[in-house]
């Protein structure tokens, strides 16, 4: 939800205001090593910095552009970005303090105008209170830093516009518009800066809902009804309402994509399931619809959207709903199960050439994408689906934004609800360009045609029919492909909306409807003045340019192959793609290799960077899938022992661990080879990187490692995030080897406190199916045990003393206490009962007892220091995390509710559900989501301050040694330890 504007509603044909504008901050330079070091050389940069103001929100923004960096903070590594990464975006508010720190930035050039930034903001609840951000004060080696001049702005999404969903938001708000009429139609806005947004017109009675729609040569409307038929209506000269309106065909049903050739209609009509193309009759009707291809399969996840491409092919976007075709050429590899004779359901793009019918897959492996459009560079991208289902698990993919590159198979299969799951991420997908989170997109559009400011101009707007958002996707250019920021652009409730198009006048306009909902037509204007006209670009950013056009004409050269094969493989072309540093030129090299088998066995063994070496291997380990012999069998396993994984990047990791799997999936692999990989991936485990670790502990269990237990229960210990826990929990479930009563408890606990993780509607059936396969692992004759105690793990632990009736002992501070607890021997029992008679199992999970209505104390030891734990419990409201933060909730009735968002519960759910009352965390009162009104964080932290105050020097010492221990105290272990 946008906080920077002020809420606005509108009934009829009323004018909103501008929005409030947000603050401006100063942005960070590109820096670079003046040195300008080779590849693979590492070049430090430093900058000291003080923290003299408190702050109640730090978060750092940061990138390498052909550069991979890692950040250090006071010597703790908090990024390790690769040179293709995404911005990256991190809260460090709770690793940061009042005082001195330096940042040490690591980087290593490759290939391209190397340079990175980094921004580093400090807010209080209302402002920004200090930055720092790199420029010629950054020292590298002893001199300063080079600067190429400020990072664009579209590169720094301000915060209160970054794209999220808020706990109040509402899942079902389209909803609202369901039982609307043109009377009872009223939306509440949060706009951009600058913009105005009015309701040009309604759907009346008759109308029908809207789904899409499109301006034709003439500036006039067409728009598709759900069920049945398109309207055509004719604007006033300035936009503002419609002054006629006609039906123009009444047979294609539910026309999800509409595209105007000149005078000439394409649209895919997903009831009746094909393309088909009308000639104009008259001003006022089209002609008979002609069918220019005809799709198989369902019309759920059907057919959507249209666009031109610069080739003049029609381009057209299905879900997983419809078939693929049986006859077209297919870009994709010949490797993917669809071209094996294997059923598989899929979203996929074709294009027709509308002047023979022929038909070519273009790309693959997507879910539900709605929209399609062309960038002014002639690429194509989409808003991919999620599938609701799985939200909180580990092979949730959420909604996101992908460049779809010729041949590009993006992994997803359509196998929601199976077990054991499907992973639809692989190293050998195509590669995504930015992840949205929950949604359910629709329709996108770039801004090229507007008349908004540059930034929008050259962003795709994206289309949120969930949550009733219009997301402005930002990009720049980044080797063959881009780098894409989000913003919230426009928000409404109810806006369920369909699908937009820039008119005449360069304003946007967009529709709402769908699922029989009232639909209405809207339109966006620019009304603002921009500051300052577009200033000049910066080194940085024509180095950029540049490189990125020389890059996507190497990824082109090699894309061309795919659509005409050529009889002569051209090796040399095909290798030094795949050496490439950029992922989208090694992608498209390693689908022309996959094309030719003979080749792709012949570099096998070849001396290849580790970037191709890995690629080959992908290659050889696909085609294993297919009916490759045993002899290459022997080959790969040789290649993949060989590798230097120890100092491999992220994605080389991913890579190599993906040859693994597929590789142990072939029916060629031997015991030996599975002997050494043990060994070889046990010595790599764990990883800083979540996603490494996925594999690598999946692998390890296939393997039957004896150490992937404790260090898989230590990971899970370790880490804040449910998603990581949660598949912790999942891989460990069929685990045989490695196995102590410790362990167990410890693993039997998570699992029992997974129940408190918010979810989809699948995670009750995951969280069942991995409890009852974990308890199989046990013998029989223990296995009743274990399910006792797991039922005894859900029983609250008493306080044997009510803080209300503890006598006061002393206002205590962090140094009094540092210097009274830091000797001597203590007692764990004590401290576990200080732990819940001071009540913080009644928010904090620790070991075997509490909850999780704030932060997990399992293993905070590890992350913090004992000053920094003290520092939290003596002022808790100097540092909240935003997951943890209290919330203010103002409903229509006119009434306020202030509390923590409570436990668990289904992402989707209509309620919010919010604990009000610290001493009673499991006391919740629901609100509709559809009548809160605003929401704003507290800068009060739920946790009370003096909750010290009435115990000794000694007992807080316990408390400490307690909170310092794992947590998991058998009565015969040994419970006097030194503090």
Known sequence: MITTTRLLAITGLVSLAIAVGAE??????????????????????????????????ATIQASGESMAVQVWMDGRMLLDLEPYDPVALMNVAGQLEMGTHEFTVRCRSVDGPSAFFLCLQLRSAEKVIQQVVTDATWQCGSGPATTYGTVDAKSLVDEKRRVAVAASDNYDQWKLARDANDETASVRFDTTPGFEIRRVRHAKKNEDSWVSMAFDSKGRVLIAKEKQGLLRMRLSPDGREVVETHTVEDTLQEC???LFVDDVLYANANNSKGLYRLKPETDDRFGDPELLYESTGGVGHGRNDLALGPDGKIYSIHGDSVGLPADANDLTSPLRDARNGKKTSEGHLIRVDPSNGTVEVVAAGLRNPFGIDFNRQGDVFTYDADAEYDMGSSWYRPTRVSHLVAGGDYGWRGVTKSWPPYFPDHADNARPNLDIGKGSPTAVKFGTRSDFPQRYRDALFILDWTYGRIIAAHMV??????????????????????????????CLYFVTGGRKTQSALYRVQYVGREKQPPSQQTPQQIAREAFAAESRKRRAALESKLVQPTSEIE????????????????????????RNRSLATELLPAELNLAAKLEVLLANCRALRQGDNRAQCAGIESELHELPLATATRSQKLAALQCHLLLFDSTWVTEEFKRRSAKDLAALYPDPSFEVNRLLSELLVRLADGSVVEKTVAVMAQSSDPVERFHSLYVLRNADRGWTEKLRREYFNQLAAAKHFVRGEGMGTFLAKIREEAIEQISPKEQSRWRDFLENLSQPVESSAPKATRPFVRNWTVDELIQSVGTGKGDLQRGRQVFVDAACANCHRHGEIGTFVGPDLSAVSRRFARRDVLDSIVHPSRVIAPKYQSIQVVTSDGKTHVGQVALGGDYRSTKLRIAVDPNQPSKVIEIEKSTIESERPSPVSWMPTGLLDTFSAAEIGDLLLYLESDGILGSDEDQTREK
């Open 571 to 594: 090796a040399d072309m095909i290798v030094a793609g795949l050496s490439d540093a950029d992922p989208w030129i090694r992608h498209a090299a390693r689908n022309v290799l996959e």
């Open 477 to 506: 250019p980044c080797g063959a492909s881009y780098r894409m920021m989000g913003e919230t652009f426009l928000q409404g409730r109810p806006l369920n909306v369909t699908d937009l198009d820039f008119g005449p006048d360069g």
């Open 24 to 57: 401006d901050a100063a942005r960070p330079n590109w820096v670079g090593d003046p040195q300008t070091p080779a590849d693979d050389e590492i070049a430090v940069f430093r900058k000291s910095f003080t923290v003299e103001e408190e702050f109640s929100k």
């Open 256 to 258: 999800r994509g509409l």
